[in-house]
């Protein structure tokens, strides 16, 4: 997989307007100061005319998201270019009550990288210096703003990886992958980011340099404060330099396309393959039917191996071919002798791998073609995984257009997908709060992989108990006492 | 290595007295209430008589840390059985501010689970109860207080095991680990707990019950709290769940011993381990020649492959005899005929691997025999690693009996030792801080895997920059508002 060029997930096309955040779901914005003359010159004189932006036409695709669920109105992005500019910045805003958004690459799902109100965007694209890499230890030492496949195409040509790989991996940053404790398809390998970081350098919002920067495997000495800031998605501090362990990059890679017949196959098909792959499994994704009948609606992409109710995409990543395949090749034997597979095709060579993998990842792209998507991400243990896509079906009737689900079912971890003509209030209302409710009773989270952002935060009273919102909470009030780090965010707003 | 029965480190032997803590190391008491009648009622009452122990030879276990370093004078053990009665213990404690150790097995090297002076012990031991197990996502929920051990065996049998393994875990509790963010011998193939650990709940000072419990690979619903108590060795609160992600049993093991020439040598052939061994790597560990004269010279257990200034143990664990066998092997044979390695012996019967594994695991139960070991746990990048063993044996002189290293190179830790006749102040002065010094200029951490504990509290403003300082003392003011928890540990005293 390590080595494959998948199609880059495109911006959608803009013809469509999104809505104001603000408008659509009627926010009421916080105590914060307006944008003056007197603040834009401290700015100017801070980074010069070059880095900041004020352009209407240039501001637009900072202030909508990837999905153009969200709007927001912001009338200035600063770039900065190393850490000190990040905390004048900060400690200049925190002192004026001026309300910043931290932005990656603006690839988040749920509105959590782009302002609601006038908060100033704070871009990170130009802090993209790797600062030093140990070739030996694969430790990796660079600034937030590298873009994770840059990142990782440096790595490969050093045998290495990043343990991290997304299908927004063309634009999303490596900083706004650890503030959202990003997962992707090699967390059932490599683990997850709490895992593989090794250090922080973050800047809170008094603009406090905070260092947590490590680069050793096992460090303990004194609370291990990185990881509050991994996954909390900019709101108490913007993360600036980060130290990521990398293992690796594995010689040899299969991948398997299975048909099945039902559910139950799909997971007794999921036992005996950490069974029988043990360490060298590294991707176990699940299509429904329907997923495929939307690929191949908007992409003319078909299944190589005819219709099934359910597809598997099994990849295996290590260091000999030959064993590798005897291990892939012995296990699809036996689940086929015994009917636990239908039908399945193996590829060893770049090319097919590429397009086995772009069925499973092309989906995304096809969200606003000709109708609106409403994308959940969700977790669910695996005993109830694929039941809460066929609960959703019926719930929804011929409300809904299509609902489908894919996912990496090897974590555990759902895409549920419910497509319907056009947006509407009453839609969401129909699914939302139910399916969350429905999730928790399962004991699984409504967000798996991307957050809570501005689209989820709302529901944080239904994820978390009152002891750990609590909690929350005062940590939040003691990293920004004015609350100006990306406010409306992960909170109810 | 998973199905293996190691010797388990013993307690030392209780002849030579411990000195109390606090007149050895010249501490001042907190401003803490002393216990009186009313507060043991209070105890009483709550336990029961069989679960509080008040008893001097009974407390003596429990006042006197592992490697007889420490030794505190708490009158009083509480032994609680569930959550509440751990939360109804805090809470009375806080409310009276009385000062309570919290204890698991009492394995810990750092002095950070022993009182200081009249600390009241809260032990787990009580607390071993496995709640449940999801086989087929290996998932495991159990209260603190289960013995490793025995974790390990009941999920043997269901072919998979704890992410994690170390020398003590006949004794050391899952909670204790947790709170230590142990490291150990897996480490290398598995990650360390903060990747692990799925799930916490954990009682903070005021005896709030904190739900960081999930069961779920992903989930990033809000901050990642359960991370601050991972690690922060009982100073933040009381773990009492853990949710813990158990990767499947390896079905074969085959472990190298290796005779090496110089460290040069040894660092090449880790690089080649990690590139031809791939996946099926489970342990890298290293043992200098004073370490293998040591063990003669207290359990006469020889070199099976003659001497040599270093040794390697290099362990395999995957999916499939003989490929691991296949690429075990294929790589000794080059690392031979390059003469990388002078001499090696390769174990794929349990016997000879457990015999192997003994050289590399039975070194600490020699420390108190007839001299006394400085123990260090460091972490030291790579290329620095060994040098620093060589820094201490100059430095020393003749003033050290022996100055000998071993320890998980694949994760850059090393345990230094310094044995001396008797321990003195002065060699302890002579040593440190001259060695965390040194370690700080190289980058590597004064503690690996051990914490700060008590004994190395005092150098925290050597490991670590003024604002993650001032944070930590921050959040323990936060959680922790009267200071009971574990008070002396951590920071400095």
Chains 1, 2 share one sequence.
């Not at 914005?29 to 307006?34: A, K």
């Not at 070059?50 to 600063?78: A, H, P």
């Not at 689940?335 to 095709?345: M, V």
Request: hydrophobic residues 35%.
């Amino acid at each position: 997989m390590n080595n494959l060029k998948r199609l880059p997930l495109a911006f959608f096309k803009r013809s469509i307007t999104t809505e104001f955040t603000k408008n659509k779901f009627k926010v009421q914005r916080g105590n914060y100061n307006y944008l003056d003359e007197s603040h834009i010159n401290f700015f100017r004189d801070l980074l010069g005319e070059t880095r900041i932006i004020m352009d209407l036409s240039d501001l637009e695709k900072y202030n909508v998201d990837w999905f153009k669920q969200c709007r927001g109105s912001s009338g200035l992005v600063l770039k900065p270019k190393n850490t000190e500019e990040v905390s004048q910045i900060l400690n200049f805003c925190n002192n004026n009550r001026l309300a910043v958004c931290p932005q990656g690459g603006n690839t988040g799902v749920v509105g959590g990288c782009t302002p609601v109100f006038d908060e100033i965007i704070i871009s990170m694209e130009l802090m993209d210096k790797v600062i030093d890499l140990d070739d030996t230890s694969g430790i990796l030492v660079c600034q937030s703003g590298c873009i994770l496949q840059n990142l990782n195409e440096y790595l490969e040509s050093k045998n290495l990886i990043v343990p991290l790989d997304l299908g927004a991996k063309g634009s999303c940053q490596i900083g706004g992958n650890v503030s959202t404790n990003a997962g992707g398809i090699r967390l059932l390998r490599y683990g997850n980011l709490h895992g593989n970081i090794l250090g922080l350098e973050v800047v809170t919002a008094t603009g406090e340099i905070m260092n947590c920067m490590s680069t050793l495997k096992k460090d303990n000495t004194g609370y291990h404060l990185k990881h509050l800031f991994i996954g909390s998605e900019g709101t108490l501090g913007v993360v600036t330099k980060v130290a990521i362990q990398c293992p690796p990059k594995s010689k040899h890679v299969n991948v398997a396309f299975l048909g099945l017949e039902n559910f139950d196959k799909v997971l007794e098909t999921f036992k005996r393959a950490k069974q029988d792959l043990g360490e060298v499994l590294s991707a176990f994704e699940v299509l429904d039917s329907e997923t495929m009948r939307f690929n191949k609606d908007k992409f003319q992409i078909e299944s190589p191996i005819g219709n099934h109710p359910f597809y598997l995409l099994i990849e295996t990543s290590g260091s000999n071919q030959q064993h590798d395949s005897e291990k892939l090749n012995g296990l699809l034997e036996k689940l086929l002798s015994e009917k636990c597979i239908t039908n399945g095709t193996v590829a060893t060579d770049e090319a097919k791998i590429n397009s086995i993998w772009n069925i499973r990842e092309i989906t995304p792209q096809g969200y606003k073609m000709d109708e609106f998507v409403f994308c959940y991400d969700i977790s669910v243990p695996l005993n109830h995984y694929y039941g809460i896509v066929d609960e959703i079906k019926s719930r929804m009737g011929n409300k809904a257009k299509r609902v489908f689900g894919y996912g990496h079912l090897g974590d555990a971890n759902l895409h549920l997908q419910v497509a319907v003509n056009t947006y509407s209030q009453e839609t969401r209302e129909l699914l939302e709060p139910f399916l969350f409710e429905r999730v928790r009773e399962l004991n699984g989270s409504i967000s798996a992989e991307h957050g809570m952002g501005f689209l989820k935060g709302k529901y944080l009273g239904l994820a978390r108990p009152s002891s750990s919102l609590g909690l929350m909470k005062r940590l939040k009030r003691m990293f920004d006492p004015n609350g100006i780090l990306n406010p409306y965010k992960v909170f109810p707003y």
